[in-house]
């Protein structure tokens, strides 16, 4: 049996209310703040009038400009300025950590006031109940599927972790993670597998709104259905288990748990310890495949890390599916269509539009 890996980008959550990285600044400055949570409204409008003076002030850009500006070309000048302790005109390297943690800030506020409420029984729940079934079906021997992930949200993990039934499977990050709050029912995948279990494997390229790392011992904080990486910005949460084994000597409160969310930059940073075992691991999954399926993904130029892992791991005869809303127009030229064809050359490649929801419905079917 061959195997499947999709791959999924903004496009996937589109149709649940999640803005496009293009559409994110424009979300930033018409966000509602009496739509927001009490203990949010003061850290968004902070950050916010923050965020607008770097953009008229440092970026000299009008106001009516802040849609057309790209989030590119706000990180990586500051990432650029903070890598060579350099200046960015009047911001030293602190101020510009600071504001940049004020960026992240309304980032994760937006995505979660935008996703805060989902209709039920959506194409995300449903393509997550077909891909259950069918590794509930084969059991925790097989390996028939994988995803790879590009987008922060957790519409899809929530949906695949409804649908597994804790004592017979686990959604597996390809790291090794901890349970967030004590208690909760949450193992690593490997650790599942060796108790008999089944595993789903969805790989966050880029982080995830539902993870908190501890800066001291590099644990990977995880829950399920609450966006915890804003916890970072409102209650700055420790790491329990470094309180334990350091209470005695140092009597400290425990490491600062951060949010891992990899912003969208021409200087990604991958050192992080668990994002490399997810990197590596989403390697062998790309060359296992028989079959690719990437869904609502515009496979952008800007992508160069996810564009040399698919170069170096993708089978000659593997067969490539692309599903996209709708054809560009002709007088596109550097279309996304374009870019698919160019870049997997000779292979098997099918164009599917009608967009996400409706290639899941066909599929599930």
């Excluded at 002030?57 to 590119?72: C, P, R, S």
């Excluded at 595993?199 to 966006?227: A, D, I």
């Excluded at 609502?296 to 996810?306: I, K, L, N």
Aim: aromatic share 10%; proline share 4%; hydrophobic share 40%.
């Amino acid at each position: 049996m061959g195997k499947t890996v999709y791959v999924i980008g903004a496009g996937f959550s589109k149709g649940l209310n999640a803005p496009l990285q293009s559409e994110l600044i424009k979300s930033i400055f018409e966000l509602d703040i009496r739509e927001l949570p009490p203990q949010e409204e003061h850290l968004y409008l902070l950050c916010r009038e923050n965020f607008t003076k770097f953009l008229e002030e440092v970026l000299f850009i009008d106001a009516n400009g802040f849609n057309a500006i790209t989030l590119e070309d706000i990180y990586t000048p500051i990432d650029r300025c903070i890598i060579d302790n350099a200046s960015f005109r009047t911001l030293n390297k602190l101020k510009l950590q600071e504001l940049r943690q004020d960026i992240n800030a309304l980032l994760i506020m937006v995505l979660r006031y935008k996703l805060r409420n989902l209709p039920a029984n959506n194409y995300a729940d449903k393509l997550a109940k077909y891909l259950v079934d069918i590794k509930r079906k084969k059991g925790n021997k097989s390996d028939p599927f994988a995803i790879l992930s590009l987008n922060w949200d957790i519409i899809l993990d929530n949906a695949l972790n409804h649908e597994i039934n804790s004592d017979e499977g686990v959604l597996d990050y390809c790291c090794f993670i901890t349970p967030f709050m004590n208690g909760e029912n949450i193992v690593p995948g490997l650790m599942a597998r060796g108790q008999g279990k089944f595993n789903v494997k969805l790989l966050k390229m880029h982080g995830s709104m539902n993870w908190l790392q501890c800066q001291r011992c590099q644990r990977l904080f995880v829950t399920f259905n609450e966006k915890i990486a804003i916890e970072e910005y409102i209650t700055r949460p420790t790491c329990r288990l470094c309180q334990k084994n350091f209470e005695n000597t140092t009597h400290d409160r425990g490491g600062l748990l951060t949010s891992q969310l990899i912003m969208p930059t021409f200087l990604k940073d991958f050192n992080n310890v668990q994002l490399k075992l997810i990197w590596q691991n989403a390697g062998i999954e790309l060359s296992e495949a028989t079959k690719i399926v990437f869904m609502g993904y515009s496979f952008p130029a800007a992508d160069f890390e996810m564009r040399q892992l698919l170069a170096r791991f993708v089978r000659h005869g593997a067969k490539i599916e692309v599903v996209l809303k709708e054809p560009s127009p002709i007088t596109i030229s550097d279309s996304p269509e374009s870019r698919y064809k160019s870049f997997f050359g000779k292979r098997d490649l099918q164009l599917m539009f009608g967009g996400v929801e409706q290639y899941i419905a066909a599929l599930v079917r």
